[in-house]
């Protein structure tokens, strides 16, 4: 479960890192207050929700079984656990 989490985190720092590499490919300050308007912060954020929301859309589009698949749920066969699958 961490692992998705972490992942949309990631995600959702993409547009302020690369706004950080733009200060710091023009020497503008990456640590100076002016260098990070409200106004700059608001675009990133939205940008970064809209990234994250793309994502969400796209994993559940081409993740998981196909749609007319039968879940077989795990089951002991023979005493052993038999893990579940797609079919």
């Known amino acids: 479960m961490i692992r998705p989490v972490l992942t949309e985190i990631g995600i959702f720092l993409i547009p302020f ?3 950080a590499l733009f200060l710091i490919a023009t020497r503008s300050g990456l640590l100076v207050q002016s260098s990070w308007p409200a106004h700059i912060l608001a675009k990133l954020v ?42």
């Open 17 to 19: 890192a690369v706004y």
């Open 46 to 87: 939205l940008g970064a929700l809209l990234l994250v929301a793309l994502s969400f859309v796209l994993l559940a589009h081409f993740s998981g079984a196909p749609p007319d698949s039968t879940y077989i749920p795990a089951h002991i066969e023979d005493g052993r656990l038999v893990r579940g699958a797609e079919k």
